[in-house]
């Protein structure tokens, strides 16, 4: 691992260096490019019972798994903070963001 940082949503960015790949590991490699995915990271070899003792705590994910609505919703929110340049961190703007829509939605209802 060359460097770990934290993104403004809470998330990790990890930055990984390998040795010299072979050119049909490297194509696999860039064929995961915005996919999610599971890395199990070690400096000595992965016995086969390391990799089925890990897979036992990510059996709740799911590759290929399309996100809910609300995290579509919360995605896009983040891009357009991103963009506009806001003062408040992005979780103040967020709720705020979210206050809004509640508070626009709450005025079609019949009283």
Known sequence: MNKVSTLADGTLSINIHTQELPEETMMRVFSLRKSPGMVLISSDDISKAEQEEVEKFTTDFE?????????????VLYRVWEQSEQAYDFPIWYESQMERIINKYKTTLEQ
Do not use: N
């Open 63 to 75: 590759v290929g798994k399309t996100k809910t609505a609300s995290q579509r919703l919360r995605a």
